[in-house]
């Protein structure tokens, strides 16, 4: 399996988790439970998952609110877009085997 392959199987995959983690942690705040942290919301987030946590949030309505979410998320979404295009632009790696 290539690279390419590697990676688009990676961010489908991080960003479905990171989805449904969203909805995991909404149903969880609806029926007062155990949650899971803010910290491991955003970290799915950095990791690749912003377009899921983004999709999340308006999917189940939650943490729309809270502007570590509400900003925090297109943000780390925009950094990871810019520096994808570096990358691909400026090419600061070894790509070759891509």
């Known amino acids: 399996m290539d690279a390419i392959k590697i990676l688009l199987l990676y961010f489908a995959a991080i960003n479905l988790i990171t989805f449904i983690i969203f909805g995991i942690d909404k149903d969880r705040a609806k029926r007062s439970r155990w949650r899971i942290s803010e910290s491991t ?17 308006h999917a189940f309505r939650h943490k ?10 297109p943000v780390i979404l925009l950094l990871q877009i810019v520096l994808a295009a570096c990358i691909l632009i400026f090419r600061p790696f070894d790509l070759s085997f891509m």
């Open 64 to 73: 729309t609110q809270k502007p570590l979410f509400r900003i925090g998320i």
């Open 41 to 57: 919301l955003i970290s799915f987030a950095v990791f690749g998952g912003s377009p899921g946590a983004l999709f999340g949030m």
